[in-house]
């Protein structure tokens, strides 16, 4: 983590007066995961504030692929061991003194196991997206009440495949997925929103195709893939980015041929990250 200056030491842990700090300048935790001598994944969970990086308890062994902070918390997903806990865990919290599994009512699928792929807060409630069962219902998001996990609305698919990307705004929640219906039961393509009450299409114009990177900003919403988009049956071809601005599909000017990993506005401008070696 030392790649952006400030402290690196992992001997200095955050403490919960360094996570309300970062709480109140909208930091995002990070996760970076590394392979110990004898071949074991770890991964350091951190924070950026005041200009230092601050490691979050001790390394956990295993994956964790998304990380959120929420009034004081922090949570993360994926597929890992706490420490001192001889069970994998899909989701965790830290309360300031230690890691906790939250998992508890999570079940795996017909044939699958649990998988936990984004996580986020909206509302100040937290949301996770992946594949599970919650109260003998298959799931692909579900929000967290303070004790255990509830199915968000209706089912948002037949066979409900991951939800893979959030993105929340002040008033929606952006869910990219495969299969994904509306309130009604009315198939929406692969981009839905929710308004705390029903889930929604974008746009009449359905995505047909998956995602792997969004974000809204100034009423517009970029949305990258890994091939062309497929808009209701049709290719927008010409850029693997797109908006979505005034009910309407656009590609950004410009060819973009490689792979967009992720997509963060900062200030009045929007930053596109590339996969390493594309």
């Not at 393509?189 to 009450?197: D, I, P, T, V, Y």
């Not at 963060?264 to 596109?272: N, T």
């Amino acid at each position: 983590f030392s790649s952006r200056g400030g402290s690196s030491d992992p001997a200095k842990p955050a403490s919960s007066s360094s996570v309300a700090a970062a709480q109140s300048s909208a930091v995002v935790p990070v996760a970076r995961m590394g392979v110990t001598a004898n071949g074991v994944h770890e991964t350091t969970v951190a924070l950026w504030t005041n200009g230092s990086w601050f490691p979050i308890g001790e390394q956990i062994k295993g994956a964790v692929s998304c990380a959120v902070l929420l009034d004081g918390k922090v949570y993360i997903g994926g597929e890992f061991y706490l420490p001192g806990n001889a069970d994998v865990s899909r989701v965790a919290v830290w309360d300031g003194k230690a890691w906790k599994d939250i998992g508890g009512n999570l079940a795996s699928g017909p044939g699958a196991p649990i998988s936990v792929q984004a996580i986020t807060a909206f509302r100040s409630t937290v949301y996770i997206g992946g594949a599970f069962v919650i109260n003998n219902t298959e799931a692909g998001i579900a929000e967290w009440t303070g004790t255990d996990w509830k199915v968000v609305g209706n089912q948002i698919g037949d066979t409900v495949a991951p939800v893979t990307l959030f993105w929340p705004t002040r008033t929606e929640l952006y869910v990219s997925g495969n299969e994904l219906k509306d309130s009604q039961n009315k198939y929406i393509g692969h981009l839905a929103k929710w308004n705390g009450e029903q889930w929604r299409e974008v746009v009449p114009e359905r995505l047909d195709s998956d995602l792997i990177a969004m974000a809204e900003d100034n009423n517009a919403l970029y949305v990258a893939g890994a091939q062309s988009f497929i808009i209701d049956k049709s290719m927008l071809s010409g850029s693997l980015v797109a908006r979505i601005q005034d009910g309407k599909w656009s590609t950004l000017r410009g060819e973009q041929k490689s792979v967009v990993s992720s997509i963060q506005p900062y200030g009045d401008e929007i930053f596109f990250a590339q996969q390493a070696g594309v």
